[in-house]
Every structure is written in structure tokens, then in C-alpha cells.
């Protein structure tokens, strides 16, 4: 059971139809210490055990290092608080300031309603103004058209093709690699 008064500060971002609640290593830490598996799963949004326990296989094998860290939020609808999907910066490299951006819906129904859209932007910002990231990258399959879309219209800039970058289901897949500066983000904001 959560014992309120030494669990981490948790940011949380507010979008129309979306609360975006922050996990941060700390916050990871503390509820694989203190939350039961059924707690975690809930708040989580894990539907099956296997998610789970990939997620505690994490946590016990260390997510950060001295300059590796992450910055994720959970997508809840606020509305109901169904947990809709996950974004944030997986791999945020503090000592460069950069990251690269991850995100998806966790069942078939939720995509295309625009969801990820309006959950990209307040991430971007935290990310550019909380977190001071002067690059943001974006790994993206080379045929997942509405991903490429998606940062396409926040002004993400296409750099090149990563060969067999990334391997899914034993297949290594190629990825666009994209990038957004916090000048170019900057311009983008301004120009909305």
C-alpha cells in the first residue's frame, strides 16, 4: 500500500480531454517498493502480466546512469482516468541536452482520435522549458505514416534513415530519424 507522505512530487500536464502524469526514476523507484503488482498494473495501464513484468524487470535492472535519465508521462482521459497511452522522453541525455521522444496508445481504439496530437505538445514544452532540451529526436519506422505525420506537424525535421535501427518480433526495421531543435520549436510555437 502508497504511503502518501513519501511518495515523489509527480508533475502533471493538462490538455482538453488529457491528464499527463509525470514518472520520473524517482517516482518509479518508489512505487515497484511500495505499490502492490495489482496498484502498479492500475496505474500503469498494464492489461496483461507480461507488460508488467517487463517493467519491473526494468526498474530492477536501473533505468538511469550518471548521464542517462527519462522523463515519461502516463495519458489518462479525464473523463473517465482510462489510461490511454504513454509519451515522453525515454532516453533523455541530461548532459546534452536532447532526448528522444517515444510514444504510443495501448489498444487499437484509442488511436486516431487524436490523442497523441494533443498530448505532444505539452510534452514538447515541458521538455524545451522544464527540462532545457535543445534537441528532441524522434526514431520512427519507416512505414509507421501516422507517427511521421504526427511530428511532421510540429515541425520535426527529417535527417536520415537508421538501417535495421531497430529490431521487433526478431526483424530489424529501419528508422527515419527526425529531429526538432528548441529554435525550431520556438518559431513553431510563436507561429500557432
Known amino acids: 500500500m502508497m504511503n502518501i507522505t513519501e511518495m515523489p512530487t509527480v508533475t ?9 502524469k509525470e514518472v520520473t526514476p524517482e517516482f518509479h ?14 496505474y500503469m495501464g498494464f492489461f496483461e502480466m507480461a507488460n508488467y513484468l517487463v517493467e519491473r524487470e526494468k526498474n530492477k535492472q536501473r533505468l538511469v ?8 508521462f502516463i495519458m489518462k482521459a479525464k473523463a473517465t482516468h482510462e489510461v490511454l497511452g504513454r509519451i515522453g522522453f525515454h532516453i533523455w541525455y541530461v548532459h546534452h541536452n536532447r532526448a528522444e521522444i517515444g510514444y504510443g496508445m495501448l489498444q487499437e481504439e484509442y488511436k486516431g482520435k487524436g490523442y497523441m ?37 510540429f515541425g520535426f525535421v527529417k535527417e536520415g534513415l537508421l538501417r535495421e535501427h531497430y ?14 531543435l528548441k529554435s525550431e520549436f520556438e ?6
Open 117 to 153: 496530437t494533443e498530448a505532444l505538445k505539452p510534452v514538447l514544452e515541458y521538455g524545451f522549458d522544464v527540462l532545457h532540451l535543445n534537441r528532441v529526436e524522434a526514431f520512427i519506422g519507416s512505414q509507421n505514416t501516422p507517427s511521421i505525420k504526427l511530428v511532421e506537424r
Open 187 to 192: 518559431t513553431w510555437r510563436h507561429n500557432r
Open 167 to 180: 529490431c521487433k518480433n526478431n526483424v530489424y526495421e529501419d528508422s527515419a530519424c527526425y529531429s526538432l
Open 65 to 72: 546512469n550518471y548521464n542517462i535519465s527519462f522523463r515519461n
Open 12 to 20: 502533471i500536464l493538462e490538455t482538453e480531454r488529457l491528464l499527463l
Open 29 to 42: 523507484d518508489f512505487i515497484f517498493q511500495n505499490w502492490s503488482d495489482e496498484e502498479i498494473m492500475n
